[in-house]
Every structure is written in C-alpha cells, then in structure tokens.
C-alpha cells in the first residue's frame, strides 16, 4: 500500500484533545486544542465526551496543509471501539453512571458511536475512519518518528481500551505487542490518586513530581508496599486501598495519613509521600525497561505514554537501564496519540526507513501579525538590531524575557520557541518566577537549556 497521501489523526477519547495532518509521510502540522481554547486539557475527561472532537485544532491542521476535507484520505481516531467492548468488566469500586460502572459504560460507548458523525458535521465530508488501539497510537508517535525499525517501545498510562501498560517490540514491517499488563494495575492512575490525596487535581503529576525532590522516600516506602508492589517483572496495585474510580480516599488516609486539603500548607509529610510515589515509579519503570530488554534485546528503547513526561525517572532509565539510546516525543501524552494514530495508518508494514519529525508543529505568526496584535496593547514595542545580544543583557541584568519564535511547540513542555527566559546563576530566580510570574507553588522547578 506504501503511504496513503493524506491523512488526519485525532485524539479526543479521554482528555488532551488534539489533531495532527501527516502528508506524503510528512508531519505537515499538530496542535493541542487547549492552546485555541485556552482550557487546560481541552475537555472533561467523562464517559459521555469521546465525540466532543478539537475542532480548532483540525481547522489549523487543514489550514496549515492547504488540505480540504474532500482531499483526506483517512480519518485515525486513537481509540479501538471494539477492542473496548471486548476487554470491558465492571468495575465494583466505580459510581454509578461514571468510568466503570455497565450504565457509564453504555453512554461511553454512545459517545465512541458519535465520533463518525461528528467527524462529517465538522468535515462536511465523508471520510473513512480507521480506528487505532490506544497504546498502538502511543507507541507509533515515538517509532515513526524517532527510532530505528527495531526498537523496542514501552507504553506507560493510566489506561487504553483496558490496558495500561504495552511493551511492543518493532522489526522492519510492524510493531508486534510482547506482553501488556490491564487493569486495575495502572501507574497512571496510581499518579492521579496520590495528587489528588496530596491536594492537588488528577492531572498535577508534574507538581507531585517536583515536590518529591524535597521529600524522603523512605519515610512512606513501607506504607507503599503495602498497595503497590513489585513482582518479578510485573507490578500489583491494591484496588481495595486504591479505589481509583472512587473519590474515597480512607484507605490510603490509614497508611498515609489525613488527605491533604488544597489550602492546607504543605508540609514535610507531603513530600516525603511524594518521594515514596517517585521511587516505587523508579524502580516499576526500571523492571518494565529490564524485561523489555530481554524480550526484545536491541539497542534502542522508546517511551510513550503520560509516564513517559516523568523527567526523574527518564533520567534513571538512561542510566541504569540496559538500553544504549532512549527516544522520547515531545507529546508522549494522549495528546501525541492523534499523530501516532495519523502515522500508523499512513505507513504501511512495508515502509521502510523513518520520518523527519519536529516538535515545533503548531502556528506561527508573521512579523505583521506580531506588529498589528503588539499595536492593540498598551505597551511599547521595538525592533532591535541584535535581538540576541539584547536579550542577553536583559537576562545579565536579571531581567526574565519571554521569548516567541517559528512555530509552536507539540506537547506540555516549553522548548524555546514559546519559552520564559532567565538568569540560571541567579540564585532566587526560580522563587521569583514561580511566585510573580507563574504564579505557582515555590518548589516548582524548571528545566536548564
């Protein structure tokens, strides 16, 4: 079959809406729908919302390639329908209507049904649609675009159609599924428990991640092996502590202690839990990575999935694993699944060779639209003659510049093109920014460049 010429790949299953057009084999664009909408996320992850398509993300996206919905060849959605139908059980820890119970699960499967004719209301076409196993549509956004044809590639969430772990080994014609580990067993989930225990919402792994730096794992590990453990090359999660689909949290307030409230002070407790979270994530995603290996012995290891955002583990994998090179996509989270899903359609098992992927895959502006939005605020603006040179004295001066260039960047994390910039040597600079800037909490850290 080769390439199919065009095709659009969408995520909107769960949360982190998203589009992406692959033409000709080439990432021609993808974008988040949060940055049009500016609504964190793009939607509510709930069961009755898999049809609430990004709509301005496929506008950009089309727009971008100069593609009318009669040009596209194939619609990809990042989810399977009916691989969830088969793997579906009910849940006995879930509320009724929600995530797990049998009635959530009929209107969640509603939603899924709407998706086609979503697609033709916002399209005004027909469009086929292929459907792409969620973790597929994960581990295909990093092999297509990073690793040699060999690979092997681990895929880490909360959940897909029922699993929340794939280990998937590559070869010259397609990706093949090693092993996998479902529900209720999830490291994604476990995540979203402990922020939201901490205080904090279920999509706040990023901060519980930065707070564990200042916490002793040993305090809480005793704590955690009595819901979380390690076995052999799997990992066991307690749903009786865990109740995942459940706002209940005394269980874990036995081992723990009080949940936090969201203005209560955190307090030393509070990171030491967060380090006993970040350790046994260490040492799960070091066995995963281990028997990957010797399942598929290869140089070269990609990782997909939310847990692949986790910075603190990516590093340990680096340097204790057994792989020689680790590749990780800009947007391993679900929004990455709408590329993922737009490649593993567009390339067939015969294509060989790899795409030159970008993560600066989003809008751009021209200088006259920088000029015209600069003119409707009440701030004066300049053209210097050495941009570089200037910036650098504002930065020496400790000064802290944002700094906007090209095209935006896909996935959560800033990567120069829409970038704060600062003065690393000053020593109060990231209390500065956090707290007059981002307005966030002072232990949060940022990323040298």
Not at 83 to 107: C, I, N, Q, Y
Not at 371 to 392: H, K, M
Not at 419 to 436: G, M
Request: hydrophobic share 40%; with cysteine; glycine share 8%.
């Amino acid at each position: 079959m080769g390439v199919l010429v065009i095709v659009l790949g969408l995520n909107s299953v769960f949360h982190e809406s998203s589009a992406a057009l692959v033409v000709d084999g080439r990432v021609v664009a993808a974008a988040e729908e949060e940055r049009f909408t500016r609504r964190k996320h793009a939607k509510s992850a709930t069961v009755d919302t898999a049809h609430f398509l990004p709509e301005k993300s496929i506008a950009f996206c089309l727009a971008e390639g100069s593609v009318e919905a009669a040009d596209i060849d194939r619609i990809s959605y990042s989810f399977d329908p009916d691989l969830r139908r088969r793997k579906f059980f009910v849940d006995t820890m879930s509320l009724p209507g929600d995530w797990g119970s049998r009635d959530g699960e009929d209107v969640f499967l509603d939603s899924l049904s709407k998706v086609p004719g979503a697609v033709r209301d916002s399209l005004g076409a027909d469009v086929s649609i292929n459907y792409v196993r969620h973790h597929l549509a994960h581990a295909a956004s990093v092999y297509y675009t990073s690793c040699p044809n060999d690979a092997a590639i681990l895929v880490t969430d909360g959940i897909g159609e029922s699993a929340t772990t794939v280990l998937f080994g590559g070869d010259d014609r397609q990706l093949r599924v090693l092993e996998e580990i479902e529900y209720p067993h999830s490291l994604g989930f476990l995540w979203e428990k402990i922020s939201t225990f901490l205080g904090f919402s279920e999509y706040d792994a990023c901060k519980v991640m930065g707070l564990s730096a200042h916490g002793d794992a040993t305090v809480y590990a005793r704590a955690f092996s009595e819901f979380v453990r390690v076995e052999g090359q799997q990992y066991r999660m307690d749903l009786d502590v865990l109740r995942f689909r459940l706002p209940d949290t005394e269980p874990l307030a036995w081992l723990l202690g009080s949940r936090r409230h969201p203005s209560e002070p955190i307090r030393q407790r509070h990171a030491d839990i967060a380090a006993a979270l970040q350790d046994i994530t260490n040492k799960i995603m070091l066995s995963l990575v281990r028997h990957i290996h010797e399942l598929h012995p290869v140089k070269d290891l990609g990782l997909a999935g939310g847990v692949a955002l986790n910075c603190t583990t990516n590093y340990l994998l680096k340097e204790h694993g057994p792989f020689e090179n680790i590749h990780i996509p800009s947007a391993p989270h679900d929004s990455g699944t709408s590329l993922g899903a737009a490649l593993q359609v567009a390339f067939s098992s015969e294509m060989s060779g790899r795409i030159q992927n970008s993560p600066y895959t989003g809008p751009q502006f021209s200088d006259d639209e920088i000029r015209r939005a600069l003119a409707a605020v009440p701030w004066p603006a300049e053209t210097p003659g050495d941009i570089c040179g200037e910036v650098a004295d504002l930065l020496c001066s400790g000064a802290i510049v944002g700094w906007f260039q090209g095209r935006m960047e896909w996935g959560p994390r800033a990567l120069g093109n829409r970038s704060l910039l600062a003065d690393p040597r000053d020593p109060v600079i990231r209390e500065i920014i956090n707290n007059k800037v981002k307005h966030r909490e002072h232990f949060r850290p940022f990323a040298p460049s």
